[in-house]
């Protein structure tokens, strides 16, 4: 029933209620239901990040030291930008909601386009970002083998990564989206010898925004080279090594005092269990900044793929636009996933100061 | 005579043109977007889970005849159990029982056919998300049964850690099907949200709708709130075993107490997931089968959606032993108390009901008695565990077992049953063999009891739970305990015959055999592919002096279509 | 009376050693109250119980009479009755919530009773791992069984080696979690003297259903010490020195005569240790209680200052146990509870022992470990 009403929709759309569903008595009663459960879903998808802000407070609670050696290793200038970026793609897609409302659907597909380039120049950064603290061994707890005052200049070895003088790890963090912007370039080229115009400027749409990776990508890359390892690892490595010793002071006199509080059932204990028993406290002291970056990876992993599920929705979006699907009467899908995206950006919101600007 | 015509349209048995008969083949079911087939499919899957799960429970009830372990012996062969294959029995047991049969049985069986009718309406809002919400289902006990089939998994359905991080057998399978069914659970509960607030007819106010309605919103309020809390909890609990992330792992400094506090806040609120649109089927039973106007309507609407926010700040009394503050278990068991209240409320209104009402004792009503009686035990034997020093003595041993098998099959499976026997001849347009029905019913109720009230006695005598082998002197209680297992899988059984033999050969009925007098009374049963080839009439859910039997159709009627005159409008999409 | 009724009736369908419970005072739904709390517990359980069957009873009687007098019958009309009531609503809300309060205040009283631990408590120390108990006293004796002594109270001070357990004794009734990287307290005052059950009550692996043991209360301190179960299981020191070893020193010391981070341990007892600062010295009783306390004081020859101190971690008794264990030399290897040579040192009473500080819970290498060793 519904399907077939997907198969015709492309060819007469300008016939009033098209675009009803046969169970909605009115558009008004669909889009309210619509914008009900976008609404609905985006309260979901708030709590699903709640766990993880859960944590993160717990854990500054109870270890604020963590966070202060941990947040340096951090370049706020590359999260500023990423935030810039996701405000600017904001404003895009509030416009062309605006647009969509007006059955303007020239401007949505331009609107949604310019949102889908931010969206991927985001997902860029984020790739020199993580590569670049992979070199150094920063990676989640179980794993952080990081240690200050060695010169952690990105280490390519693949021949490929040597000759483009970028990390191992970026490189293969590049693999997909290489093969992605080949892909819609020669759908694009294939199509428009098809004489298919709709699908060749879909596909050139798509190459456009996985150009706009690799802009975050090559722009990310260059300002390392330039800053030496960013303006975070450049504090990382003058500052690092400070405050940890003296840190390890403090944790040797509180062992020294003995376990006072033992017995208590508050949960101050958190890391206080010896861990691996091989390590130095100085080292395990060093290793808990793991923690710090385990929840790091959480949150801005999961945002990240809420931004690449936010892409999938937008190139949707912008076919439909280029189909010329949006009217006065029926714009409801630009609207939910405009929603979508302000929420998508509103967490990178409060990520941004609660990861990077920590003092 | 044109009013006869339409009265049998309106309320005979649909021959020819109903949902079922609407088109044929397997994709015609497998992409279907119609609410009835999407809940009957829903229905045949739930069945089959708990079918899965009852043999594992009957497996380890088997075992646990002999103090030492009646399978224990080599000449069980491939059935034979040992600790390790304990373990893993009352783990699936638990895991399938609770993420694929409790949780979506009442509501995405049952409601998905009925909520949209109930509302007079031909869909829930997004069709397209509720058959999604399906497939997530089948992914998600796909990869149970993956994690049964491969290494099996042994960490108990509530994964706490740190043992669910070092275990061998296959957590990831487990967390990641019980997070996909999570998904599957939200999706329900966004479509039954969204359905009854936008799509109430003309004329249905809040308080004109049936009570099985208000407590599937309440319930869709608890899914949408807490299911994506078990979601993240079990995305970390996959990246601390995947890669080592810390928070949950006590080697690597993090904290397993978070773990129960994270597992917890979504798992407190789904024990009310399970038993609210119980509540509300029973609520249904109770006013049909006493013909007569449900008692304090309005209390126990509130009272289901009181019970919703009141669950969400509870989920500290599963802790009192777990090293939590002692503040904190004083606040919980405060709270946990007034969850009582209202959850009493609505027994006391049932029996009010029953009160001069002329009672009809079919099947669907015997189920809805044996709830007050299994519901009655299974709360006020949370006395005992709300109250701080009785439940150090008694957590984590058999009496909780028994309770919380009181509330989750003594309230929530007889009522799927009940609730099934209610809706039966409206799903399939035939009627079941009510003696068998009702043997059934006492076969379900008297093997329950004897399965589970023994287990009362060891809990509080001390037997702890999650054991493969335990001390003599509790044997004679495990004795009985597997007996009556072995009945009450009988009774369940009989059921499921009873109910499956009477979709196939039994007798075709009309619209409205039982006087009900909700909205999905007022069409053809089966239902046509659009539920109503007439607009149905708005009334009071519950009035049921709006009803008059008509002999010639063997159904109930409302008083107006009796009147030549007020013959309804037809269904604009009925072409 | 009733109860006792009650008892009999159940008695007569459940083979139970009834008269020899009761003589013991022992309840038909209870174990033995062998605690100081027990009793309170216990009245707790009987009043909810018989709040509950009164309820129970009057909402399944007046439904059953419902039933019956209310019956649909051919010809007759039900009776015309309100569908609404709200004073009998607010009634039935109202008044259970009364009982609720009283239940939940009884309730609290009696945790707080159990939870709150009075200054001088015997301290025990228990390790729980895969699937043993272990008791240590405050003089440093080991148990595998928990001797108390009658009305003398207790505070167990809980800690896990590998996972989760729970502490359970039915007749105190008594429980508490064990949480690894965490401590947690219990308070027992026993007030029986008799042998009961020990269990773990939290999931914790395959052998969770054996994780059993048993608590004996015995009449005076001396009773304790001269009873044969205990002597029998208190541990010689080399033992317990074997114990700290693998908690606290094998991750950088062997026993097979090879260097790891630090030397060999099986190696050092009586030799004398070239240091990197050209002094030397015999390896006697001060040496290694130095080299524990303070590391890198002197370090020696052709090994990294790379140990921390234990001071605050390990007594001295610990560090006598210790000692014990490392002159073994190549005993240490292959040291076994039947090797042992020495005898216990029970000699002493355990409370005029100073309660030792607490060694933080140690995460050894598991029985059950998969492969997620952060590694």
Redesign the interface.
Known sequence: MAVAETAHEHHEHHEHGEFIAHHFDTPEQQFDSGKLGIWVFLVTEVLFFSGLFVAYTLWRFHHPEIYEQAHVHLDKYLGALNTIVLLFSSLTIAWGVRSAQLGNNRNVAILTLITMVCAAMFIGVKAVEYSHKWDQGILVRSAFTYTPGHDHHASATMPMAVSLGISDWLLKLSIVPTILLLGFVLASVVTALMQKSLAAKFFAGMAITIGGYFLGAVGGHFYMEATGGGAGGKHAQFQSSAPIVLHADEKAKQADGGHADQGHDSPSHMSAAPLEGQISPQEKQDRDIGIFFSIYYCMTGLHAIHIIGGIAALAWIFYRSLAGHWRPDYFGPVDYVGLYWHLVDLIWIYLFPMLYLID | MATAEVRKELFGHAEQTNYLTHSRGFWSWA?T?DHKRIGIMYLIGVCAALIIAGVFALWLRTHLFFANGAMAGEQWGILQVN??R??QLFTLHGAIMVFSFIIPSVPAALGNFVL?MMLG?????????NLASFYLWIIGTGLLCAALASTGL???WTF?T??S????TSVLFATFGAFVLGFSS?FTG??F???V???RPKGMGWFDMPLFLWALYSTAIIQ??????L???L??LI?E?L?????F??????????FQH?FWFYSHPAVYIMILPAMGVISELISVY??????????IAFSSVAIALLGFIVWGHHM???????VM??IF??IT??V??PS??K???W??T????????LTPMCYA?SF??LF??GG??G??L????????L???YFVVAHFHYVMVGGTLTALLGGLFHWWPKMFGRMYNDFLGRIGCFLVFMGFNLTFFPQF?MG???M????????PEFE??HQWSTVGAFVLGIGIVLSFVVLVYAALYGRKVSGNPFGAASLEWQSSSPPSFHNFDHKPIMHDP?DFDALVYDETLDSFVLREFTDPKQVPERHP?SH | MTSRLFDLMLAQVVDLPEAEKHADGAHYFFPEQASEFAGRIDNLYMAIFWISTVFFAVIVGLMCYFVVKYRRQPGVRPLPSSSHNTTIEILWSVLPSIILVWIFYEGAAGFFAMRIIPEGAEEIQVEASQFAWTFTYPNGDTTDSLHLVQNRPVKLILRSRDFLHSFYVAAFRQKMDVVPGRYTTAYIVPTRVGKYRVACTEYCGDGHSIMRTYCQVHETAEARLKNTEWKKELHPPSINGQRIFKIYCAGCHNLNGTASTGPALNLIWGKNEDFTDGGSTLVDENYIRDSIYDPNKQIVKGYEPKMPTFKGKLTDKDIDHLIAFIKLKDGMATLTEATAADKPEGATPPASAPAPTTNPPAALPETKTGDADGK
């Open positions: 992409l977007l600790n390790a304990y373990n949209p309406a031909k869909d829930v809002a997004f069709p397209r998300l042994d960490t108990g706490y740190p043992y991080i070092r275990t061998t939200i966004i479509n949200l969204v359905t607030n936008t799509m949408i709130l807490a299911t994506p809390v979601g993240i909890t995305l970390m990246a075993r890669m080592g992330i810390g928070i792992d006590p080697k690597l400094g993090g904290d397993p107490v978070l994270f006493s013909h007569k106007k449900i008692f304090g309507y309005t209390f009192f032993t777990s090293g939590q503050s002692q278990s004083l068991s405060a108390f007034s009582a209240i009493a409320v027994v006391f209104n029996l009010a029953l009160y001069k009402g002329s009672i009809l004792l008695l007050i009686f009655g035990i006020l034997t006395l005992f709300g109250a701080l020093s009785t439940d150090i003595h957590h984590d041993t006695i509080s005598r001390g702890p739970r999650r054991y493969a082998t335990y001390d004679v209680f519950y999409v």
